[in-house]
């Protein structure tokens, strides 16, 4: 496994922390109630990870997530990402959440049926459950069947969900799903 690093940033939500290896992000940890909960939290997924400051690539993916966290149009899809820990399933499921654009929605099920397991929405949920890089991988977008906000892990479980979900400008989210802007048949 190779070297971790780790850094805080503020947004507009909080405190967040990203995590790296050279191959790419590694986690992203959205806020705890403090800036120092925050830093435990992280320290307790990634142990061993260093606190230190971060290369360009990785100020360029902390800026961009700041922007989108307040309510600009940006794209997290090319931002590198290193799934080594990460099983198969839920690195496929990951990668066609990254293709969700800010201010849309899916469903568990919608996933499950674009992998062609259409029987896995369970699993879809519980992939996104354990999605070690929220935001950047916007398990957020990703509703139950009826559009209702379903769980969501981070401090402030569904309440944080929505919270971002609307600085993204998503509308209708009871109304269901507003994924549209991918093809059916995507990864």
């Known amino acids: 496994m190779s070297v971790r690093s780790f850094a805080l940033f503020d947004t507009r939500i909080g405190t967040c ?11 992203l940890q959205l806020p705890e109630a403090t800036a120092a909960g925050t830093r435990a939290r992280l ?13 360009a690539n990785i100020k360029d993916a902390i800026a961009r997530v ?3 966290l307040k309510g600009e149009a940006v794209g997290l899809g090319d931002i590198p990402l290193d799934f080594e820990a990460v ?6 499921v ?3 959440a ?31 459950g354990r999605n070690p890089i929220a935001i950047i991988v916007p ?21 944080t969900k929505r919270r971002i979900l609307e600085i993204e400008g998503a509308t209708a989210l009871d109304a269901g799903p507003l994924f549209e802007a991918i093809s059916p048949r995507n990864g």
């Not at 996933?111 to 929405?121: G, V, Y």
């Not at 398990?139 to 309440?159: E, I, P, Q, T």
């Open 87 to 92: 099983p198969e399933f839920h690195r496929r």
């Open 66 to 68: 700041q922007r989108l």
């Open 43 to 55: 320290c307790r997924r990634w142990p061993g990870a260093r606190e230190t400051s971060p290369p």
């Open 94 to 96: 990951y990668e066609l």
């Open 139 to 159: 398990c957020h977008r990703v509703l139950g069947a009826d559009g209702k906000m379903g769980g969501f892990s981070a401090a402030g479980g569904v309440a």
């Open 98 to 128: 990254r293709t969700i654009p800010a201010g849309h929605t899916t469903t568990y099920g919608e996933i499950a049926r674009r992998l062609d397991a259409p029987h896995e929405s369970r699993e879809v949920g519980q992939a996104l």
């Open 17 to 27: 922390g990203l995590t790296w290896s050279a191959a790419g992000i590694v986690g």
